[in-house]
């Protein structure tokens, strides 16, 4: 079993659409939680950061994580065509170690 | 300087070579990590630089290497390459916190 399970998509919505992005993971030690945005030919860039459990808000974005149910999603309202990359979880626990998913590919048409 | 710059961009390697991949590191970071994505795949950890001393590895073989030098630039070395060691290669430094790394754009290693 995958440390942290992402769908790959891919994933296609309209323009202004609600756009729900999920992870699960395994390992229970994870604490620190994190959404990456990569574009084509770029390094991830990251979105979001939460520790422990709970909800974040930055603008159109909105992270939630549910360490009970071992669940994280990422929430972009509003989306837009420049929202199009790929989106990466990734977590970590008291070490130094990311653990990613696989990425899920998102476009947003005009 | 801002940012976190990698070099080559792009680099094209036979079966059996040596590589080596650099990173400098955004001003103030003093911590490195690397790591290798795969086509259509997430990162995967390779291993992390504190202060010039590794401090932790992922689960890749000895012939990945790596240093860190004391302006904080970092080198990924790749010895016997493979064919499935063609990947991005991704450098990310920081100053400590999980929500302190920044991503270098990456080199794309072809091996063939």
């Known amino acids: 079993q995958k440390e942290v399970e992402q769908d790959p998509g891919p994933l296609s919505v309209p323009e202004g659409a609600i756009v729900s992005l999920n992870c699960t993971y395994s390992?229970?030690?994870?604490?620190?939680f994190m959404w990456y945005r990569q574009y084509s030919r770029k390094g991830p860039e990251l979105l979001m950061y939460t520790y422990s459990s709970g909800n974040k808000e930055d603008g159109r974005f909105t992270a939630q994580v549910d360490k009970s149910s071992k669940y994280i999603s990422l929430f972009i309202r509003d989306s837009q065509p420049s929202d199009s990359a790929t989106y990466l979880c990734?977590?970590?626990?008291?070490?130094?170690?990311?653990?990613f998913g696989t990425g899920t590919s998102l476009t947003v048409i005009p | 300087e801002t940012g976190v710059t990698q070099s080559p961009t792009h680099l094209i390697k036979t079966r059996g070579q040596q590589v080596t991949l650099r990173c400098s590191s955004q001003?103030?970071?003093?911590?490195v990590s690397w790591y290798q994505q795969a086509l259509g795949q997430g990162p995967q950890f390779i291993f992390q630089y504190y202060r010039e001393e590794e401090n932790g590895r992922g689960n890749f073989p000895p012939r990945f290497s790596g240093l860190q030098f004391p302006n904080y630039s970092s080198e990924l070395n790749v010895n016997a390459l493979e064919l499935d060691d063609s990947a991005l290669y991704l450098c990310?430094?920081?100053?400590?916190?999980?929500?302190?790394?920044?991503f270098g754009s990456g080199t794309r290693l072809t091996v063939v």
């Open positions: 990734a977590m970590s626990g008291a070490g130094n170690q990311f653990y």
């Open positions: 990310a430094s920081s100053f400590g916190g999980a929500n302190g790394y920044t």
């Open positions: 390992n229970s030690a994870f604490q620190y």
């Open positions: 001003s103030g970071h003093n911590t």
